[in-house]
T-cell receptor, first 112, second 115 residues
Framework: SQKIEQNSEALNIQEGKTATLTCNYT??????LQWYRQDPGRGPVFLLL?????KEKRKERLKVTFDTTLKQSLFHITASQPADSATYLC???????????FGGGTRVLVKP | NAGVMQNPRHLVRRRGQEARLRCSPV?????VYWYRQLPEEGLKFMVY????????ESGMPKERFSAEFPKEGPSILRIQQVVRGDSAAYFC?????????????FGPGTRLLVL
């Protein structure tokens, strides 16, 4: 069955460093992959989408890579700030269309 | 430019009561997903609705759960005869429906607590 795995352990990082999160998936051949941010008590907020024919995507201090051979996406937050502290979710479409399956999320805590 | 609105934000019910959760999508969006998030778990797809139609309800339990998205008014997720296991955060997300990979805009969620 289809599976998405994110590191369930919280990532503690010093302000200014780069945080790197991993999303691994099995039994999928997704056309794209999305990353969301979720703060406590709030709904997820869309950050980035990367398509299967794209190796890398950037948005401000965020960078996402997508390796369809390894079935893995890496999410980087460069020059991290305490305001980046949140849970980050990766999501893949279940089939053609927009229905998403989410990973369990990785909590990031950036310490000043 | 209002985003997705959900109400109530918090809902407490006793076992056996009914819970009605409302979702007003972004203005102009006619597609809505409902997701459920259990504590310390990821979001799980429940149902996909377009105005007046259920497109995919494969993630929704067959018993006690129903959803609708009428031509006018918000989308409603209804849970009848709630049980403790229904306690979770329920999120809706809306999008335009113009192609694959569209951004989904999530509401703030309704946190249901069943006593």
């Amino acid at each position: 069955s289809q599976k998405i795995e994110q590191n369930s352990e919280a990532l503690n990082i010093q302000e200014g460093k780069t945080a790197t999160l991993t999303c691994n998936y099995t039994n999928y051949s997704p056309a794209y992959l999305q990353w969301y941010r979720q703060d406590p008590g709030r709904g997820p907020v869309f950050l980035l989408l990367i398509r299967e024919n794209e190796k890398e995507k950037r948005k401000e201090r965020l960078k996402v890579t997508f390796d369809t051979t390894l079935k893995q996406s890496l999410f980087h937050i460069t020059a991290s700030q305490p305001a980046d502290s949140a849970t980050y979710l990766c999501a893949l479409p279940k089939a053609a269309g927009n229905k998403l399956t989410f990973g369990g999320g990785t909590r990031v805590l950036v310490k000043p | 430019n209002a985003g997705v609105m959900q109400n109530p934000r918090h809902l407490v019910r006793r076992r056996g009561q009914e819970a009605r959760l409302r979702c007003s999508p972004v203005k102009g969006h006619s597609h809505v997903y409902w997701y459920r998030q259990l504590p310390e778990e990821g979001l799980k797809f429940m149902v996909y609705l377009q105005k007046e139609n259920i497109i995919d309800e494969s993630g929704m339990p067959k018993e006690r759960f129903s959803a609708e998205f009428p031509k006018e008014g918000p989308s409603i997720l209804r849970i009848q005869q709630v049980v403790r296991g229904d306690s979770a955060a329920y999120f809706c997300a809306s999008f335009l429906g113009q192609g694959n990979g569209e951004t989904q805009y999530f509401g703030p969620g309704t946190r249901l607590l069943v006593l």
